[in-house]
């Protein structure tokens, strides 16, 4: 999902890469689960979380979607999928009654990250940054961001994620020329099969 930054607000010095340090340990959360409630906007997934979903708990794209654990919705118009909502309450589907994450292992990208996030640059690279007063919880303590990530192998990972980046913008930067809209849903059909559901 692409949310609209001031870039000013963000100074060179707060711009970070996954070797350094920041301020984010928070003894595992310690409980908390502010971030997986209230989920007014959702969890837009990449291929990446995909497949660690599938991996983790066994399922296909398909059965992910028919068991309700992601759900297909229009992201920036694109379609993409997100991680389910509890029907009874609005909270992540993968909350469980303790308050903790039951995916914890192969949670998503977005999940991993916060209380980060990214800023893209023209080159398509990218640099982690904290967002201030995105999370509650006080005292927390450096961590380098790898770590706090937990990749097994990082390098691979942004690698993929900016991989997966130029498709999606790619894929936008084609919907917005004009295309007819059977021609849309064909280029939005066949970036579904070949991102997430192979």
């Known amino acids: 999902?692409?949310?609209?930054?001031?870039?000013?607000?963000?100074?060179?010095?707060?711009?970070?890469?996954?070797?350094?340090?920041?301020?984010?340990?928070?003894?595992?959360?310690?409980?908390?689960?502010?971030?997986?409630?209230?989920?007014?906007?959702?969890?837009?997934?990449?291929?990446?979380?995909?497949?660690?979903?599938?991996?983790?708990?066994?399922?296909?794209?398909?059965?992910?979607?028919?068991?309700?654990?992601?759900?297909?919705?229009?992201?920036?118009?694109?379609?993409?999928?997100?991680?389910?909502?509890?029907?009874?309450?609005?909270e992540c589907v993968f909350l469980d009654a303790q308050g903790r994450c039951s995916i914890h292992p192969f949670r998503p990208g977005i999940c991993r990250m916060f209380p980060l996030a990214r800023l893209w640059h023209e080159d398509g690279s990218f640099s982690y940054f904290l967002q201030q007063g995105e999370c509650s919880h006080a005292g927390r303590v450096k961590i380098r961001i790898s770590k706090w990530l937990e990749y097994p192998d990082i390098r691979e990972y942004e690698l993929q994620v900016r991989t997966y980046h130029d498709a999606l913008k790619d894929l936008r930067r084609k919907i917005k020329t004009g295309l007819s809209h059977e021609e849309q849903v064909g280029l939005q059909r066949q970036f579904l099969e070949d991102w997430f559901v192979r």
């Open 1 to 90: 999902m692409i949310r609209e930054i001031d870039e000013t607000l963000i100074t060179r010095d707060k711009l970070l890469s996954s070797s350094d340090l920041a301020r984010l340990g928070c003894g595992n959360c310690q409980g908390c689960s502010d971030c997986c409630r209230d989920r007014a906007s959702s969890i837009i997934l990449d291929a990446w979380d995909i497949r660690l979903l599938k991996e983790g708990l066994n399922y296909s794209f398909e059965g992910l979607i028919d068991r309700g654990l992601i759900v297909l919705g229009i992201s920036d118009g694109v379609v993409l999928p997100s991680l389910a909502v509890k029907p009874e309450a609005d």
